[in-house]
């Protein structure tokens, strides 16, 4: 049933949110609708193409955002995304994003962290974020082979000095050493690529101990 | 940090990530003035990176040589902050440019087939759109220049 648009306000707020190319489309509900039976309907376009083209997943959805991973994954293309409101038989003009670049604008996720450790150090293995797949089955692509100018900045905080040490490192795998025994370090690690700025997505914090010093406790036996 | 770009026989280091970086703080309200979305001037089909070494030199050389000749000296700012990004970049790519020209003189940029057809082309997109249009288009379009020149 055709609606009478522009009756009302649009969705606000339109915008990608991406993180390892899965790219979400976002928006706010109308001003004043928040809570109202409100629908949308979501279109999306790939720059210099001819026609706006529909997700048919994304029509007359009540919730408010839409997954155009699949729709967006090459990501040497740029792309548009729409969306408006509808309620009973009004409906809101076309809310739309800017120009979206996925390969400069994705976030690029934090790697997966392993630590081990000794008396003096703490050796940490990072894996590279993988890419959004379509589906499970499919073999998955590491952000690395994407980006090949990926590196991550690794921060290591004593939590007995509270003092923090951070490095810039492109390799998988580093040490730090000259660490006390028997003390907890707290591990955060973020990966990034050189070029304009992208936020970005610290992994988790990971604590761990130092063992105790062997020579120390051999002594007081 | 420098980028050395490796065109063929022709190689030149450039800033290409402070160039990046400069861009980026203007591409959302170039791009914003750029209403016409079902044209885009640098196609994945004539990408540097899809054309063979020898010949990339030559079809930088002419994308810059446009840029700079009709694309930044018809370029109307909205204001002066972007007037002065702006020239900043413009600055950037007459440097590249002229690296670009040293190699000419040094025999290590030639013009083969497949870079003339592909400048052609992008020229005939180009020339497709109304004056001031394609000039916003073509600058909202730097990002794609500079990811082939990265890839490059």
Same mark, same amino acid.
């Given at each position: 049933?055709?609606?009478?648009?522009?009756?009302?306000?649009?969705?606000?707020?339109?915008?990608? @949110?991406?993180?390892?190319?899965?790219?979400?489309?976002?928006? =706010? /509900?109308? *001003?004043?609708?928040?809570? $109202?039976?409100?629908? %949308?309907?979501?279109?999306?376009?790939?720059?210099?193409?001819?026609?706006?083209?529909?997700?048919?997943?994304?029509?007359n959805?009540?919730?408010?955002?839409?997954?155009?991973?699949?729709?967006?994954?090459?990501?040497?293309?740029?792309?548009?995304?729409?969306?408006?409101?509808?309620?009973?038989?009004?409906?809101?003009?076309?809310?739309?994003?800017?120009?979206?670049?996925?390969?400069?604008?994705?976030?690029?996720?934090?790697?997966?962290?392993?630590?081990?450790?000794?008396?003096?150090?703490?050796? @940490?293995?990072?894996?590279?974020?993988?890419?959004?797949?379509? =589906? /499970?089955? *499919?073999?998955?692509?590491? $952000?690395?082979?994407? %980006?090949?100018?990926?590196?991550?900045?690794?921060?290591?905080?004593?939590?007995?000095?509270?003092?923090?040490?951070?490095?810039?490192?492109?390799?998988?795998?580093?040490?730090f050493?000259?660490?006390?025994?028997?003390?907890?370090?707290?591990?955060?690690?973020?990966?990034?690529?050189?070029?304009?700025?992208?936020?970005?997505?610290?992994?988790?914090?990971?604590?761990?101990?130092?063992?105790?010093?062997?020579?120390?406790?051999?002594?007081?036996? | 940090?420098?980028?050395?770009?490796h065109?063929?026989?022709?190689?030149?280091?450039t800033?290409?990530?402070?160039?990046?970086?400069?861009?980026?703080?203007?591409?959302?309200?170039?791009?914003?003035?750029?209403?016409?979305?079902?044209?885009?001037?640098?196609?994945?089909?004539?990408?540097?990176?899809?054309?063979?070494?020898?010949?990339?030199?030559?079809?930088?050389?002419h994308?810059?040589?446009?840029?700079?000749?009709?694309?930044?000296?018809?370029?109307?700012?909205?204001?002066h902050?972007?007037?002065?990004?702006?020239?900043?970049?413009?600055?950037?790519?007459?440097?590249i440019?002229?690296?670009?020209?040293l190699?000419?003189?040094?025999?290590?940029?030639?013009?083969?087939?497949?870079?003339?057809?592909?400048?052609?082309?992008?020229?005939?997109?180009?020339?497709?759109?109304?004056?001031?249009?394609?000039?916003?288009?073509?600058?909202?379009?730097?990002?794609?220049?500079l990811?082939?020149?990265?890839?490059?």
């Amino acid at each position: 049933v055709p609606c009478v648009s522009g009756d009302l306000p649009k969705p606000t707020n339109v915008a990608f @949110i991406s993180i390892n190319m899965k790219n979400i489309l976002q928006w =706010n /509900p109308p *001003e004043g609708l928040q809570g $109202m039976e409100v629908s %949308y309907t979501v279109q999306y376009f790939i720059y210099g193409q001819k026609k706006w083209l529909n997700k048919s997943e994304c029509r007359n959805i009540s919730r408010t955002y839409c997954d155009l991973s699949a729709e967006t994954s090459d990501y040497e293309h740029q792309y548009y995304a729409k969306v408006k409101a509808m309620w009973g038989t009004n409906c809101s003009k076309w809310a739309e994003t800017g120009r979206f670049y996925p390969f400069l604008e994705t976030q690029i996720g934090p790697p997966e962290v392993a630590l081990t450790t000794d008396e003096k150090s703490i050796s @940490i293995v990072l894996t590279a974020p993988k890419k959004w797949k379509k =589906n /499970p089955e *499919e073999s998955s692509i590491s $952000m690395q082979q994407i %980006y090949s100018n990926l590196k991550y900045n690794v921060s290591i905080y004593n939590t007995k000095s509270n003092r923090t040490w951070s490095q810039c490192v492109t390799n998988h795998t580093l040490v730090f050493s000259w660490l006390e025994p028997g003390t907890l370090y707290c591990v955060l690690v973020e990966s990034f690529v050189p070029g304009p700025p992208r936020l970005t997505h610290p992994s988790e914090r990971q604590c761990v101990s130092t063992l105790e010093d062997q020579t120390t406790a051999l002594e007081v036996k | 940090g420098l980028k050395t770009l490796h065109l063929g026989s022709c190689v030149i280091t450039t800033n290409l990530q402070g160039i990046r970086s400069g861009f980026s703080e203007i591409r959302d309200s170039v791009q914003a003035k750029d209403e016409i979305i079902d044209v885009r001037i640098l196609r994945k089909t004539q990408s540097l990176q899809g054309t063979k070494p020898a010949d990339q030199c030559c079809l930088l050389h002419h994308i810059l040589r446009l840029y700079l000749d009709r694309v930044f000296k018809n370029y109307q700012p909205p204001d002066h902050h972007i007037f002065r990004k702006v020239s900043r970049l413009a600055n950037s790519l007459l440097t590249i440019k002229k690296d670009l020209r040293l190699c000419h003189a040094h025999m290590s940029c030639p013009c083969g087939e497949e870079a003339k057809e592909k400048y052609s082309q992008i020229l005939s997109h180009f020339e497709e759109l109304p004056p001031q249009a394609v000039v916003v288009k073509a600058l909202g379009e730097l990002d794609i220049l500079l990811q082939w020149m990265e890839e490059a």
